[in-house]
């Protein structure tokens, strides 16, 4: 199995900044895409941000200039730096990894347990 974990969510101000950090843990073989999804109030989840294993990025267009997405492999960490934040960015964030674990070899997609962050106007 693989654990995603997320941190790093909070309160900011309108135009303030955050960086939300994703560890994956356990008997992890590899991992492909990470991404970052939010969930607001009475509205479906929707996808932020994508990275592929080659560093391939992709932004749903309302962040686009004002979000970053990246990893490190090593650490098989992912991350979502936030800038110039808007009330419309309040959401849980979700973290989803695609990864395969030592013991099937097989692609398989993860979730964390989404982390609360509140951009106050």
């Known amino acids: 199995q693989v654990q995603l974990v997320e941190s790093g969510g909070g309160l900011v101000q309108a135009g303030g900044s955050l960086r939300l950090s994703c560890v994956a843990s356990?008997?992890?073989?590899?991992?492909?895409?990470m991404g970052w999804y939010r969930q607001a109030p009475g509205k479906q989840r929707e996808l932020v941000a994508t990275?592929?294993?080659?560093?391939?990025?992709n932004y749903v267009d309302s962040v686009k200039g004002r979000f970053t997405i990246s990893r490190d492999n090593a650490k098989n960490t992912g991350y979502l730096q936030m800038n110039s934040l808007k009330s419309e960015d309040t959401a849980v964030y979700y973290c989803?990894?695609?990864?395969?674990?030592?013991?099937?070899?097989?692609?398989?997609?993860?979730w964390g347990q989404g982390t609360q962050v509140t951009v106050s106007s």
């Open positions: 990275i592929t294993s080659g560093d391939t990025t």
């Open positions: 356990g008997s992890i073989f590899s991992i492909n895409s």
């Open positions: 989803n990894a695609v990864a395969a674990t030592s013991s099937t070899k097989m692609w398989r997609s993860y």
